[in-house]
């Protein structure tokens, strides 16, 4: 087969999906995006076998029809560094090899290449689906919201992954490591079919990366039958396997909002977070919030390196004497996925969890907006 493409749509194409390809796979194949040639439609596909990425783009002539898979790294490579031109591509066939050769006005690269039917074939949903539309930004800012806060723990799966939920209320996207917790729901997105499953990191990540913060509508699929999501923006389109298991009852876990409540701007209480968790512990960042007569000060003290520190934080506190500890890195990745100005910080107790609200959204209930974030940070045992 022979056919000429841009290398700008190109270039741009592979570098969407390459974002699934295995790090280091003991499949060979599996290191090679798959090219597939019919009429005048080029299919580029990527995977790792859990995930599978695809995108179409129409190439400027064709001769021929079908597949090869196309060693990734040195076509990425040599990609980056050519200019914007079009490049005509070909394949040519001896015993049980193909040679991929691509050319541009100055220069002529070839490649060895394995034939298309070898590559892995995991574009495929199943029957009994379930489908909805989400607009991008939606989507986009769940995600952000909430895979920071996923876990890496092997022996617990699930937790390794977004639970989605979708009612008639709307949907909601769950991620805990047991420390820390968040949850974001939309009562835009709405299905008279309730529906739950777990998506996996990686996919999340990688559609972060090309979807953005928009209006434009994504189709998420969902089949009960073989566990797996398509999910489809534009002419990009993602395939993925699902966590398996249950996922733990947060609902369970999060607790009324405490009467000790702290009002403080967002960016000056992480810029302080920041530089306190400088002078805490290494292994568990602890730092100290000592609350009293409507002020914040916040503490780090490590004794195995003697340093220590202390900043007034500048907000409104109302309640009674309270001292706590917490994660000073976990405050920091939650203050940073919040996007309003300032944060209200709800506690109980010493030893009961602090809920972080965006300021102006109290709780799911008592506003109108579509969006509600709440976010759970367990405390840490004082020193």
């Known amino acids: 087969m022979k056919f000429i493409v841009s290398r700008n749509e190109l270039y741009k194409n592979l570098t969407a999906i390459s974002g699934v390809l295995p790090s280091n796979s003991t499949f060979p194949i599996l290191d090679n995006f798959l090219f ?15 995930c599978t990425m695809i995108a179409e783009i129409g190439v400027e002539t064709a001769e021929g029809e079908g597949s090869v898979a196309v060693p990734s790294s040195y076509l990425l490579k040599t990609l980056k560094l050519i200019q914007d031109e079009e490049i005509t591509f070909k394949t040519k066939e001896h015993n049980y090899n193909i040679t991929l050769t691509f050319s541009t006005k100055d220069g002529v690269y070839n490649l060895s290449s394995f034939k298309g039917d070898e590559y892995p074939k995991n574009s495929v949903l199943g029957g009994n689906t379930i489908s909805f539309d989400i607009k991008s930004g939606i989507l986009y800012r769940a995600i952000n919201k909430t895979l920071f806060a996923t876990s890496n723990d092997d022996l617990r799966p699930t937790m390794m992954g977004v639970l989605c939920e979708l009612n008639e209320d709307g949907i909601t996207f769950v991620a805990t490591d047991a420390h820390k917790l968040v949850k974001y ?3 835009s997105v709405k299905t008279d079919t309730p529906t739950s499953f777990i998506l996996p990191k990686k996919p999340l990540q990688q559609l972060r990366n090309v979807i953005g913060n928009s209006d434009e509508t994504i189709r998420i699929e969902y089949s009960q039958d073989s566990n797996r999501v398509r999910i489809t923006f534009g002419k990009l389109v993602l395939y993925s396997i699902l ?13 009324t909002p405490g009467e000790k409540t702290l009002v403080v701007s967002k960016d000056e209480l992480l810029r302080c977070i920041k530089r306190i968790n400088v002078y805490s512990n290494e292994s568990n960042h602890q730092i100290r919030m000592s609350l009293e007569n409507g002020n914040c000060v916040i503490r780090a003290n490590d004794v195995n390196s003697s340093k220590k520190a202390n900043e007034v934080v500048n907000g409104e506190y109302t309640g009674d004497k309270l001292e706590i500890g917490f994660n000073g890195k976990y405050l920091n990745e939650m203050l940073n ?4 100005d300032e944060v209200r910080i709800c506690l109980s107790d010493y030893n009961r969890p ?14 109108d907006d579509d969006e509600h974030v709440v976010m759970l940070i367990m405390p840490m045992k004082l020193d």
């Open 354 to 367: 602090g809920i972080i609200f965006p300021e102006g959204q109290k709780d799911d209930d008592d506003d």
């Open 185 to 187: 729901s939309n009562s």
């Open 243 to 255: 966590l398996e298991g249950n996922y733990p009852n947060y609902k369970r876990v999060i607790p």
């Open 337 to 340: 996925s919040i996007d309003e």
């Open 36 to 50: 597939t040639l019919s009429g005048k439609t080029l299919t580029l596909t990527a995977s790792d076998n859990d």
